[in-house]
């Protein structure tokens, strides 16, 4: 049979040019990985996870001695989902089409609102990750960031360098209303403080302290309650830990809510969601200060967020979904990449009895690897 999607191609890339789109900001930003694409839905990739080294003194001795021993701890990575979206036609529709609008045209259409669904989930996945998974939250609920100055950019950039996080390849996710903020601080759009009126006259969003900013429309980094209140820290804690047993309060605790400790000004994003007495959990490095038992936690409330990371830490598995001994009914199939995410989609034709059916289809899972090198910029 002829090589059909080859020549949909143009009008495929037409169609992504019309049909509106979401801000994609974390896709592109984040690592995406191809090494796991062997891995099936649900076969978790393991990685290492190598512990602190600590220094010890130096005694001389006639013999070498015991090197410590280390744990090597893993991660893993699952491809979660599988998943297609899809249109079909039957033949009088088809037909009825190039009398109106055209059978062309609307097929480019629908091909560019797959590849816009199948977007838009992903960065959604990615958005929900940020905020469930992050070390630390920086900035203050309720506010916008970049208000009156480029301030919360110097204050992410010092949560990386305390992280002991690479100082390149560090990116900066943030939703629309943010980024207005950034369009009208005059730090940005008068051209002799800026050194470009890109800012001004494109609306282009400049580099800050190292940090790639990009808008995203992932609507899943907001998050946050302003309903628990009671809760206290069970026994005494050690640094870096990562399980804090607590006992009293009310309401659930959702992952992806910020919270303090009295005596810790850290404001930290619980990772596990939990209700009355139990264990809240927290990313790494965990806590900064040891705190006492019965040390009130205090929740900062509903916040809109934005995600701050390197490059290396948020991980996007993908490939296109498997075939069964590499072939199934379709009668052509060809690789699309989609141009405002970067993303490569499998695009598949499969003919029935007068009848066709398209899908733009991809395999994917999302982790973060370097949760110390994740923070939340609350606004």
Known sequence: MANTLTGLIPSLYAGLDTVAREAVGLIPAVNRNSNAERAAVGEAVTYPITPAITGVDVTPSMQVPEPTDRTIATGSITITKTRAFEFGF????ALGLNNGPGYNLVQADLFAQAVRGLVNEVESDLGTLARTTASSAIGAAGTTPFASGIGAS???RKAMIDAGSPQSDLHMAINTTTGANLRSNMQLTQANTAGTDDTLRRGVLLDLNGFAIR????????????AQSGYLVNGSLALGATTIPIDTGSAAINAGDVFTIAGDTTQYVATNSVT?????TIARPGLRVAPADNAAITFVGAYSGNAV????ALQLVMRAPALEGGNDAAVDSTMLQ?????????VRKYTGYRKTRFEVAMAWGVDNTKPEFTHLLLG
Do not use: M
């Open 276 to 280: 009355g007495p139990g264990n809240l």
């Open 154 to 156: 110097a204050l992410a």
């Open 338 to 346: 989609d141009p405002v995410s970067g993303l490569i989609l499998e």
């Open 90 to 93: 039957v033949g009088e529709e």
């Open 309 to 312: 990371f390197h490059r290396q």
């Open 215 to 226: 808008e995203t429309g992932a609507p899943t980094i907001n998050g946050g309650s302003a």
